[in-house]
């Protein structure tokens, strides 16, 4: 297997360990609330992006694992690039968006959701990454599919970053209209002090 292929196979164990991540919290929300964490959001637009989404988020993570025990010779956009630095590196970058998003996770705990609920208010979290970073899962995210853009440069990567990069800064901006109807002046000044992606306010 080449330096490609053990690139391509541990950005799908990453990926895995992510989503897999994502699926257990939204479970273990079921099983102790009788919701889901807005896997499926009781809006109609949140449902409406979650028929694209959720497609792309699962040719996400197949996509290394086919890439790394496939027959044939990598895309001809993956033989352009020098590889081996690149996909190094990118995998560095992926581990990283990994343990940050956990550490998000964990500080969110009960908080925690995959979507708008506009009847629900839940707690406003401005400490630890949050108090850097407003969307710190959503910028960690980002981080995560420019690192597999990184280690597998196909078209149809690049295809799916476009999809869920754009997403992603589509779905910040509604959450924050939510969470300023729901928290009000809290929210609106956490806002004004607190970058959206990035520490600096955007």
């Known amino acids: 297997m080449n330096a490609l292929r053990w690139h391509a196979l541990l950005l799908g164990l990453i990926l895995a360990a992510y989503w897999s991540r994502v699926i257990r919290m939204m479970l273990?929300?079921?099983r102790r609330t009788g919701r889901d964490a807005n896997?499926?959001?009781?809006?109609?637009?949140g449902r409406a992006i979650r028929i694209?989404?959720?497609?792309?988020?699962?040719?996400?993570?197949?996509?290394?694992?086919?890439?790394?025990?496939?027959?044939?010779?990598?895309?001809?956009?993956?033989?352009?690039?020098?590889?081996?630095?690149?996909?190094?590196?990118?995998?560095?970058?992926?581990?990283?968006?990994l343990a940050g998003s956990w550490i998000c996770w964990k500080r969110m705990g009960k908080s925690w959701r995959m979507g708008i609920d506009p009847g629900e208010s839940t707690q406003l979290i401005v400490t630890g990454p949050?108090?850097?970073?407003?969307?710190?899962?959503?910028?960690?995210?980002?981080?995560?599919m420019i690192a597999s853009v990184m280690v597998l440069p196909s078209p149809l990567m690049l295809a799916l970053a476009v999809i869920h990069l754009t997403f992603l800064q589509w779905e910040a901006r509604r959450e924050e209209r939510h969470l300023l109807a729901t928290h009000g002046d809290a929210y609106a000044?956490?806002?004004?002090?607190?970058?959206?992606?990035?520490p600096w306010r955007e």
Do not use: C, T
Request: hydrophobic letters at 55%; glycine letters at 4%; proline letters at 9%.
């Open 189 to 198: 000044a956490y806002r004004a002090r607190v970058g959206r992606f990035l």
């Open 52 to 97: 694209v989404w959720y497609p792309v988020v699962v040719a996400w993570v197949a996509h290394p694992f086919i890439n790394a025990y496939k027959a044939h010779a990598p895309s001809m956009l993956a033989a352009l690039v020098r590889h081996d630095a690149l996909g190094a590196i990118g995998l560095v970058f992926a581990m990283a968006a």
């Open 130 to 144: 949050y108090a850097y970073v407003r969307h710190p899962i959503y910028a960690l995210s980002s981080l995560l």
């Open 39 to 45: 896997f499926v959001p009781p809006e109609p637009l």
């Open 28 to 30: 273990k929300q079921r």
